[in-house]
């Protein structure tokens, strides 16, 4: 099979806007499933400042296995526009929007596809795909979580004294103020972000790429306001009941290295969830798990496929 290429959209998926309930115009990009008939479908939702173009690589892997895929952008980000003070910084309201997105998303998703349905997300993505579910929105047959946002670094600080902090900063101005500096170059990526993110640094080097092709999908620091929040939808996730509602097979994908959400959070969600597996890297594996050296992106891809496996069956 000829080598994938990172940095084209492949013959088969289609780019398209999704129309949200209030009519905001939200990309997505499907791709059809590979062979006669399709095992199933599944819904892939990025992270913060994520663009889908970041893990084509993997979503039409999914879809060479027979998978029907879908990937969408969460409004206000990537080519779905901006909701903050100028045109980098990712800002929201509330977390609630979003789920209300998703929720919505996910009705229409599942009336057009076959099942079963699967439902996958990374990093704020994964928190927010857990937090539809544990809000009884959606119904998923199964769950796939990379590195879920489910508590922020630096871990050694309660996550009530960081939500203090940040809802002091929002009353001290305008809550879609960026809330760290960026890049001192525009639309470029900040020195040493890949050690954050990736060892490999040829697919580091895709992002800036297909920020240079498209410069919409340009994004920089988040807001206060999206601290804030994104602060007060963790404190949500952690209320007692709240995780132990998910009563389906989670997968969760995360590492110990990771230097942008809380790995402890992770390992105590996980003992929370009836129904969770938890796949723990250490060193060899930064934040963008799918976007690691083959080495790692391999064994996190072939977990996943009997993982799928085993809840198709079940699904049957």
């Known amino acids: 099979m000829p080598k994938f290429d990172r940095r084209a959209i492949p013959a088969s998926a289609r780019e398209s806007y999704w129309r ?13 499933a590979a062979g006669a008939a399709a095992r199933g479908s599944l819904l892939f939702m990025p992270g913060r400042a994520d663009a889908y173009e970041k893990y084509l690589e993997t979503l039409d892997g999914w879809s060479r ?32 929007i979003w789920v209300q997105d998703l929720a919505a998303f996910w009705g229409q998703w599942k009336e057009e596809t076959p099942g079963p349905h699967m439902l996958a997300g990374h990093s704020m993505g994964g928190h927010l795909v857990l937090r539809t579910v544990a809000e009884m929105m959606i119904d998923p047959d199964a769950l796939i979580l990379s590195a879920p946002m489910l508590g922020l670094n630096p871990d050694c600080v309660p996550n009530f004294l960081l939500h203090g902090l940040a809802r002091l900063m929002v009353v001290m101005g305008n809550p879609k103020r960026p809330a760290w500096k960026w890049s001192e170059k525009p639309g470029a990526l900040p020195a040493e972000r890949s050690t954050l993110l990736t060892h490999d640094k040829l697919r580091y080097a895709d992002e800036q790429w297909w920020r240079d092709a498209r410069p919409e999908l340009v994004m920089g620091p988040g807001s206060w306001g999206w601290i804030e929040r994104a602060l007060a939808s963790i404190e949500l996730l952690e209320r007692p009941g709240m995780l132990e509602r998910v009563m389906l097979p989670v997968l969760i994908l995360a590492t110990r290295h990771d230097r942008l959400v809380s790995s402890g959070a992770i390992i105590r969600a996980a003992r929370r969830i009836s129904g969770a597996e938890l796949i723990l890297f250490g060193a060899e594996a930064y934040h963008e798990i799918f976007r690691e050296e083959d080495a ?21």
């Not at 790692?296 to 049957?316: G, K, P």
């Open 20 to 32: 949200a309930v209030d009519g905001y115009p939200v990309r997505r990009i499907d791709w059809p």
């Open 65 to 96: 296995q027979g998978w029907r895929v879908t990937a969408m952008d969460w409004r206000g980000q990537s080519g779905s526009g901006r909701l903050g003070i100028d045109a980098v910084t990712g800002h929201i309201d509330d977390f609630a």
């Open 296 to 316: 790692v992106r391999d064994r996190a891809l072939a977990a996943i496929r009997e993982f799928l496996d085993r809840v198709t069956l079940l699904a049957d």
